[in-house]
């Protein structure tokens, strides 16, 4: 990634993107290292198209639907990030898995953010799956991207105790919140080059402990 200009950011959604709007909001700040340049959707009714539409951000929208194949998909959603010239990928609620040639080509330029403290609760339903499991702390995680499913090394982490009554929706809608503060907080460390990955393990600038680096909230 290059310091003499922000980093040119792409963010992938399937949906409504909200993460991807807190994203857009931070990058609005001058002193923000990233640019959002391109939104792109696996669903051409994705309603955050529209959103980035009305912020004046490049969409676009590839039906997985009309590929043959995972490969051809992420080919072609490869071409549109090169004709971006796309430095950093960010997955917001993308609900696709890419090839592992695809994920291979952005090692250590691609970041997630998902619904747990990874690396419990990996998948889908993961605030069902807190709450069947009785755990005390529940949470976001944002890592980087490996061809194992939400297995990447981790960035940040934000957590939040689980109430007693609480039910799926209220654990998730507490959670959102942390999601909404912490990827943009991730996204600027790594757009900064305050993180990095280097072989497996992501390092920290120094200056950074490890606890202010895992901005890990209660």
């Known amino acids: 990634m290059r310091a003499s200009r922000k980093v040119r950011v ?9 993460n991807m709007a ?3 909001a931070a990058a609005q700040a001058p002193d923000y290292p990233a640019e959002i340049v391109l939104v792109a959707a696996n669903r051409p009714d994705a309603l955050g198209l ?14 997985h639907r009309a590929y043959p194949s995972r490969e051809a998909f992420d080919a072609a959603l490869q071409a549109e990030l090169a004709v971006a010239d ?3 990928v960010c997955l917001a609620g993308f609900m696709r898995i890419f090839s592992a040639g695809f994920v291979e080509a952005w090692a250590g330029r691609m970041i997630n953010i998902h619904p747990s403290l990874l690396p419990l609760f990996k998948g889908v339903h993961t605030h069902e799956q807190a709450l069947a499991a009785g755990v005390r702390l529940h949470g976001c995680t944002v890592h980087y991207v490996v061809p194992e499913l939400d297995a990447g090394p981790i960035i940040a982490q934000a957590a939040v105790p ?19 503060r912490l990827y943009p907080q991730a996204l600027a460390l790594v757009a900064s080059g305050q993180v990095r990955l280097e072989g497996a393990r992501v ?15 209660l």
Do not use: Y
């Open 10 to 18: 792409a963010i992938l959604i399937s949906g409504r993107g909200s």
């Open 22 to 24: 807190s994203l857009v």
């Open 50 to 63: 529209a959103t980035a539409s009305g912020h004046g951000i490049a969409t676009r929208a590839l039906d």
């Open 86 to 88: 796309i430095d950093l």
């Open 162 to 180: 689980v109430r007693p009554g609480d039910d799926a929706d209220a654990l998730a809608a507490r959670i959102l919140v942390q999601e909404h």
């Open 203 to 217: 390092v920290f600038s120094e200056g950074l402990t490890g606890a202010e680096g895992a901005l890990l909230s």
